[in-house]
Structures are given as C-alpha cells and as structure tokens.
C-alpha cells in the first residue's frame, strides 16, 4: 500500500515539475503566503517550497498579500502567485491582490499555481479576465478541468495549464514521520466552518462519528491576527516560516492520523491522508471543488473514495446538526450581545449621572474655594491695614516719648 501511496504522489509531483521548471529559469518572488491558520493553505505553501529547491534561481522574497510593499522587481523575475482555492469572488481579497500584482508588474512573468476557479457573479468574473488578459505574461494553472474549461469558456487568452495540488511536490516520508503512532478513534467526519460548507435537508438516518474542523482552527486564527497587527513585515514573514507553517501541519497530521476512518468536506485533509498513506472519503463542497478535483486527478486513487448512499445519509445529517447548531449558537451569542449592550448602556447612563454629580461637586468645591480665597484676601489686607496702624502707633508713642525726655532734660 506505500508503495502505491508513494508512486501516486510521485506520479502528480512529477506532472508539476515537468511542466513548471521551464517556466522559471531565473529568479522569482513568491507571493499570496497564507498567514492564517488553514492547514490545507499551508500545506500548498510547503509543497510549493519543496517544488522552489529544484531552481535554478535565486528567491528574492517569500510574502503574503499583506507583508508585500510592492517593491520594484527586476523584469528577468518570475512573479509566482501562491495556488489553492481562492481565485474568483467567495475569497475576494486574494483574487484582488493579484489583480493589483498583475497592473503593478505588467513586464515581468507570473505564474499563478494551481489554483480552483469559481465565480458566483459572471459580471465579476468577465471584468477579471479582461484585466488579466491585458497582462501579456501570465500563465494560470487550474487545479482540475472543470476550472480550465471555466477559464477557456470565458475567454482567457493567456497561457493555460491544468496542474494538481501543490502539496503534492511533499515528500510523503517526511509528513509520515509526525503521524500519531496508535489509531485511537474509530470515524471523523471533518465540516469546514466556512462559507464553502455545503447545506443539505434533514435526512432520515445517522451514525456514530465525531465531527471537528481542522484542530485548533479558532485559537490559531487569533493568533495569527494578532502577529500581523502588532508586528512588522519582516518579523512577520519569519514567525510563519519558521514557526507558525510547521506547527500547524504536525497538529493537523497528528490529528488527521489519530482516525481509522475519516470523510472530509475539505479537500486537503484527503490529500493529506493521500499522502500518509490512510484511506479518505470526499465530500464535496458548497460548488463541487472537491469532487471536480478527484474527478481529475484521485478517481483511479485506491485509499481517495466517496460516500456511499449509508454514509452520505449520515454525513448530510451531521451538516445539518452542524447548521442548526450553529444557528442556535448565534443566537445564543446574539441575545448575549444585545444584554451586554443593555448592561454597557446602564453603566453609560450611570457615569453620565456620576460625572454630572462629579461636574456638581466640583463646581461647589470650585464656588467655595473662590470665596475663601476671597475672604482670605480680604482679612489679608485688614491685617496689612492693622498692622500699619499699629506700626503708626508705635512710632507716635516712641516720639511723644522722646519729646517728653527732652523737655524734662531742659
């Protein structure tokens, strides 16, 4: 079974290389590094740098969207745009940065790794083709052929390949030695958390599995944010590198191996078990991702399958609880809110009253003290008064004294 593991993995590794070392025969700059805390994103970034140690060339930079000052670059110098499933309109914000990328560095060469290609909004997708069909140097790898036909169909003129997953470029026996030793659960069934989790009705059956997002998912995400916030680009780039990218894919092998079974609504958990060497079940995702992917590339795999007619029952039912219990949860967080917002309000009103108290006090303090200020004043200057008369006086009785002196001396 390893060895049909390893020829599988050595098998798509090799497609990517033979079609993509041509491409970068100097130095190049890759960019779109995913800082935050997805293991599938992670696993893309380390089987790109895997697949970066065979050039020629010299790396000029490793950043992502945010730690990129949009430097300028040499024309000889191949942009390569990090792959994964976020070129279209669910994740904007990626597909915005290479846009901008594309406009910035009109001469240089770039290279957009495999990536999967969805667009809810023609409009949206029509206007980025024609933006990237003004860019005379661009190649775009689709991760599965239904992405290619998307790109052909909408009339992208630039070079096209169809390409697997980066994370394939890994070598398998070095992610398997990070795998838990013992199998300790029995059945994962793994929801994505996010947009791309597709909803199913209320069926009428299930069975027993634990369901879970990638380990970790929401502390890690945190983390993540608060590091890019308080800290600069260069520490940045460093802390996910060097420590935060290599953390995260043992947690997610640790987990990942703990199950004898596992079916997955993300597509990198399967590829991770690929790659370990443990069998998987595909569910797709919210528009077929993950099926268009093991339609093109796993479908004659022997540990990559999907769900039979039993399980996808369970597996519609676990989405289900999930929605509903996330529902709940929401509206459990939102009634929260609005009391702490009725509390926030409370204790507002009441410092307002404080304050005007306060205001009050300070005022009457103020008024006061004036007024003793005042009177000292005045008692001041009576005392000044008093005293120059007493002083008057005494001078007066010392000369009628003297006077008296002299006229008895006479």
């Known amino acids: 079974m390893k060895t049909c593991v390893d020829n599988i993995c050595l098998t798509l590794k090799e497609t990517i290389r033979k079609a993509l070392v041509p491409l970068i025969p100097d130095d190049y700059i890759l960019l779109d590094l995913p800082y935050y805390a997805n293991v599938g994103d992670i696993l893309i970034w380390r089987g790109t740098e895997d697949f970066l140690k065979e050039l020629k060339g010299n790396c000029l930079g490793k950043h992502s969207k945010e730690t990129f000052d949009f430097r300028p670059l040499s024309q000889d110098c191949t942009i390569l745009l990090l792959g994964g499933g976020n070129f279209g309109d669910i994740w904007r914000e990626h597909q915005e940065f290479r846009l901008e990328v594309m406009r910035l560095y009109p001469e240089n060469n770039i290279i957009v790794l495999p990536q999967t290609v969805h667009y809810e909004s023609n409009d949206i997708f029509a206007e980025d083709i024609n933006k990237m069909n003004q860019h005379h140097h661009l190649t775009i790898c689709a991760r599965d052929n239904h992405s290619a036909e998307l790109l052909r169909q ?19 026996q070095e992610l398997q030695a990070d795998m838990t030793t013992e199998t300790t659960r029995q059945n994962l069934i793994l929801l994505r958390e996010d947009k791309e989790l597709k909803e199913k009705k209320q069926p009428d059956k299930y069975v027993n599995a634990s369901f879970s997002d990638w380990p970790n998912i929401k502390e890690s995400s945190a983390e993540a944010w608060d590091f890019l916030m308080t800290h600069n ?69 022997e540990l990559v399958g999907t769900p039979d007619e039993k399980e996808q029952e369970a597996i519609d039912f676990a989405i289900y609880i999930h929605r509903h219990e996330q529902e709940s949860l929401q509206e459990s967080l939102l009634k929260c809110k609005k009391d702490y917002e009725m509390q926030i309000a409370a204790l507002k009103d009441r410092q307002q009253k404080q304050e005007m108290s306060f205001e009050k006090i300070r005022h009457e303090q103020e008024t006061t003290i004036a007024s003793l200020r005042k009177s000292s004043e005045q008692e001041s200057q009576k005392h000044k008064k008093y005293k120059m008369l007493f002083n008057i006086s005494l001078l007066l009785m010392f000369l009628f004294i003297l006077m008296q002196i002299l006229i008895l001396n006479i």
């Open 154 to 172: 909408k009339g992208f003129t630039g070079q096209l390949m169809t390409l697997p997953d980066m994370a394939f470029c890994i070598n398998p």
């Open 233 to 301: 680009n260069s520490e940045t780039d460093s802390f996910f590198i060097e420590k935060f990218f290599p953390r995260e894919i043992k947690a997610g092998i640790k987990f990942v191996s703990s199950f004898k079974e596992v079916s997955s609504t993300r597509l990198h958990v399967a590829i991770l078990r690929l790659l370990l060497g443990l069998p998987v079940k595909m569910i797709d995702n919210s528009y077929g991702k993950n099926f268009n992917f093991y339609n093109t590339w796993l479908k004659d795999s």
